[in-house]
């Protein structure tokens, strides 16, 4: 039996283990998921020494860009967004850390593309080709990637100018920039913060002005527990269409699933 998990810290909320469990019992794949939880990156390579039968891993909040390091390549859309959520381990071969070779890469942007393709924008509108990207860490840029690869064009919203992002031509702003005519120009806005989030951040939401969103707007949350967030609550009341993260949180993990069999197969040949 193979084995497949998620690292990451904490890993206890994570549905994957159940999403991938299920699915190897209902597609009779001989495989089991786990879920390790790390105190830092650097426990990586210990970790596939002591699980042999480990093929893949996930990477969760806080590793994504922690976990780059310690891996021998990277895909361009892990490269492109500088943020891992998906390893495949080929132990065929070595790697510059170890007697095994790390592939890094990303299928959270496939996520977002699929969750896209759901709202079927009319991207040849000129309304569609502008889209706010609240947020600045793996998931943002991940949507950052997926737009840019349907020709919109994304402004990053974060609190500080002075982060650097990794994503050439990608214009930074803060949420103070944002005022009712910004807001009122743009008809994709997305929330990729974990502001929102079941918990501690539940009853929260970005600071912009809603009263500026109009009904053809799209407004997308890449929180999916709770499905309607308050950032979702508020654009709808305000007339535009919502979707939460759930898309995209199925369409990463079997864009990852398929990433790890496209691996397995190269090695088989
Ligand atoms: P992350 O790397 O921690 O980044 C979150 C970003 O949000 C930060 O870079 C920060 O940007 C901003 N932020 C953090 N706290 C904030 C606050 N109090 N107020 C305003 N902005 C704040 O997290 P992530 O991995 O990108 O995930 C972000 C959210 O997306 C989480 O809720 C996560 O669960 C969700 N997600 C969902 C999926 C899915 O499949 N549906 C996939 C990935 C992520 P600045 O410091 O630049 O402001």
Request: with cysteine; hydrophobic share 40%; net charge negative.
């Amino acid at each position: 039996m193979v084995k497949f998990g998620l690292i990451g810290n904490p890993v206890g909320h994570s549905t994957s283990p159940r999403y991938f469990n299920s699915k190897y019992n209902r597609e009779n794949i001989n495989a089991r998921y786990e879920a390790y939880q790390l105190d830092s990156a650097d426990e990586l390579i210990n970790l596939i020494n002591k699980e042999p039968a480990l093929v893949g891993l996930n990477v969760t909040s806080p590793f994504k860009t922690d976990v780059i390091p310690y891996l021998d390549i990277l895909t361009d859309d892990a490269q492109l967004i500088n943020s891992v959520n998906t390893i495949f381990i080929d132990r065929t071969q070595s790697g510059k850390n170890s007697n095994f070779k790390l592939i890094g890469h990303n299928s959270d942007v496939d996520g977002f593309k699929i969750l896209l393709k759901e709202l079927s924008l009319d991207i040849n509108e000129n309304q569609y080709r502008s889209a706010l990207v609240f947020g600045n860490g793996g998931g943002a840029r991940a949507a950052v990637a997926a737009l840019l690869s349907i020709n919109v064009n994304p402004t990053i919203i974060s609190r500080s100018k002075t982060k650097s992002i990794s994503i050439p031509d990608v214009d930074v702003l803060t949420y103070g920039d944002l005022n009712y005519d910004v807001i009122s120009k743009t008809s994709i806005l997305v929330n990729a913060t974990p502001l929102g989030m079941a918990g501690v951040n539940i009853d929260r939401c970005v600071d912009i002005p809603y009263d500026a969103i109009t009904s053809p707007t799209f407004c997308i949350d890449l929180i999916y527990n709770p499905p309607v967030t308050q950032f979702l609550n508020r654009c709808a009341h305000n007339g535009a269409t919502i979707k939460n993260g759930l898309s995209m949180l199925i369409g990463q993990a079997e864009s990852s699933w398929r990433f790890w069999q496209n691996q397995l197969h190269q090695l088989e040949k």
